[in-house]
Each structure stands twice: as C-alpha cells, then as structure tokens.
C-alpha cells in the first residue's frame, strides 16, 4: 500500500512520518517546498509517477489572523490546492483523505456541531476551509473529510508551547475563558487517517465528512491551566496567575467560534474508532519542550 502525504512537515503530517517510519509503511512524504499543491501540473506529474493507493492531505493554510490579510494566499492553499487534488484523485481513482476545521461554523449553536449542521464561517480561514471541502465534494465523491479542532503536538507552533513558553516569561496571563471547544492531540489524529485507511483497504467505503476530536471539550482558560500544572512537573515556571477574559477583551483580527465543539457519534459508530483523551496528548507534547 502507497500513501502520499501533503503538508508533511505541518502539525499531524510529521506526526505521520514518524508512524510510518515505526511501522514500515510506505509512505511517501511532501512538504510545501518539495511539493505545492497549488501547481496543478507538478501535482499531476508527481502522484502519476507514484500512484498511489491514497493521498492524504495535510497541506493548509493555517494562520488564522493573517488569512484576513491574505485572502488570495489561504483560499489558494485551502480552496483551490484541495480541488487540485480531487481532479487528479479522481483522474486516477485514488481516495483521497483531507483534514478540514470546527472553524467553518459559526458557534452559536448551544451544543456540539454534527456533521450535517449549517456552515457559517466568521473568519477568512474558515471560509477557505469550507469552500475546499465543497470543492472537494463536489469534484470527487471517494473522500473522507475528517474535522478537526484546536490541534495541538509536538511539532510547529500551537497553544500548548505557546502557554508553555509563555509561562517561563510571565508572572501573570489573560486567557479567554468564553469560547469552548476540544483540544486534539496531532498524534491522534495521524493515528486516526492511517486507521481510516485501513478501514478502506477492507472495503468499508463509508465516504463523506466526520468529526474527530479529543475528549473532553474545555475553554482555552481551563486548557492552560491544564497545560500549566502539567508543565510545574517537568520545569520551572515564572507564571504565578492565569487570569480568565471575555473574547471582547482580547481583540484579534479574525473572529473565532464560540462554541467549536464537534460530536463525534458518527465516526466512531462508522470506523469503530472512540477519541482519545485529550490528557495523555498532552503529557506526551509537554515532556518533550
């Protein structure tokens, strides 16, 4: 079994390598140097020369205050780079996996989204994720769009090592304690689009878009103190006070959800996969900065 991997060197793409290094898997792993999912005819030419027998799409755009600013930039990456893949996924009939976002509703909803419920993104970013998602289905139908939110891991930037770095320079920190949502550890999911695979490669072909999440949902201010009193147990920290705040006293270029919560119910009962708790991600991530 060959498997193409883009945006190998995001958050869940190393986390991917590394699985496949450990179990032999043939893997074959892009960065966005080595490849742009934004160059139809370099996609082309290298997934015709591989074949593989599913591509596995972590390539985003993923900075979401600066994606109000560059516009072109992440509807390039999130939009038309995913309708890239399908055309020549479909080209060759190969299924083709793709990571998308709790960004793409709104979060007014009072419980957790389905997979079903009615997009409505606040953010630039939330909307070129949508709209990947609706290129995607509706250029190829052998996909899975597994969404995620509020990933963290061991590689490239996130949360969990900024409050981390953060709590080594301050005495005092304001989190936004109003929005809600569940962190996901990037292993996890790694685990989960590879255990995808599987299913597939037996012949379940239950295609189309489910929620995968870590459990239990929080808001950021509980999930730094969290990150904190797991943190007091590797190292010294300066932080003396984590200070809850509303949204409004913390103004950011995009505007965030906020409820992100996602049910998950329908992937575990299609894949037979539950979400893991979100805790032993995080010991992992923290042991290592």
């Not at 591989?50 to 992440?74: G, L, Q």
């Not at 996909?143 to 770095?165: C, D, E, P, Q």
């Not at 809600?180 to 012949?203: E, V």
């Amino acid at each position: 079994m060959k498997i193409l991997l883009t945006g190998a060197y995001g958050q869940v793409g190393n986390e991917i390598v590394d699985l496949a290094v450990k179990s032999s898997l043939e893997l074959y792993p892009f960065t966005h140097q080595q490849l742009n999912i934004t160059e139809f005819e370099q996609l082309k030419q290298t997934i015709s020369t591989i074949k593989p027998h599913y591509i596995i799409n972590a390539a985003a755009y993923t900075a979401v205050d600066r994606a109000e600013s560059e516009r072109e930039r992440a509807f390039a990456v999130n939009a038309l780079g995913v309708k890239h893949l399908a055309k020549i996924a479909q080209e060759y009939d190969i299924p083709l996996l793709h990571i998308s976002t709790d960004y793409i509703f709104d979060g007014h909803k009072k419980l957790a989204y389905c997979e079903d419920d009615a997009a409505n993104p606040l953010s630039v970013y939330g909307l070129s994720k949508l709209s990947g998602e609706n290129l995607l289905r509706e250029t190829w139908f052998k996909h899975i769009i597994l969404r995620v939110s509020w990933v963290f891991g061991a590689y490239s930037s996130n949360f969990v090592k900024t409050i981390v770095r953060l709590a080594k320079e301050h005495s005092e920190l304001s989190i936004i304690a109003d929005q809600r949502g569940a962190p996901t550890y990037s292993g996890d999911i790694a685990q989960t689009l590879l255990k995808i695979i599987k299913c597939l490669d037996m012949g379940q072909t239950d295609w189309g878009t489910y929620h995968y999440t870590g459990t239990p949902t929080l808001s950021w201010y509980e999930f730094a103190k969290k990150i904190v009193d797991e943190a007091k147990q590797h190292q010294q920290l300066v932080l003396r006070e984590i200070i809850p705040i509303s949204t409004l006293e913390y103004p950011s270029l995009a505007r965030r959800p906020y409820n992100s919560e996602l049910a998950c119910d329908k992937f575990a009962q299609v894949f037979n996969i539950k979400p893991n708790n979100w805790s032993e991600g995080l010991k992992k991530v923290v042991s290592t900065l």
